[in-house]
């Protein structure tokens, strides 16, 4: 998946951006119905948190249960559920992706 210009396997990723990734893509994904990561990269993440959940240290920890990670999925989240900090980074990674597609052509 690219994030800020870079590409990064889910391996490569720390936890807490997992977590942040894993809110972020699921907001777009069911709030604004546009996907910025493949679903095989969004499952990977739900796994990862899952099999780490225990160690993950994130300030929206509390948001998202175990159960939502073995669904592999926030679909009971509605827009007023994502805190506006994942609002506002799920537009500006839609712009950022946007951008570069722009740029590259």
Known sequence: MNINGEHY???????????????????????????????????????KLLHNWDDVTHVHKHLVSVDDLRAGSLFNFGEDDYPLIVRGSADMWVREAEEGKVAGD
Do not use: G, K, N, W
């Not at 977590?19 to 095989?40: G, N, P, Q, V």
């Not at 990269?41 to 796994?47: K, M």
């Open 9 to 47: 396997t889910v391996s490569e990723l720390p936890l807490s951006q997992c977590l942040s990734i894993f809110m972020i893509a699921s907001y777009l994904y069911y709030i604004r119905f546009h996907s910025i990561i493949t679903d095989h990269e969004f499952d990977e993440i739900s796994q």
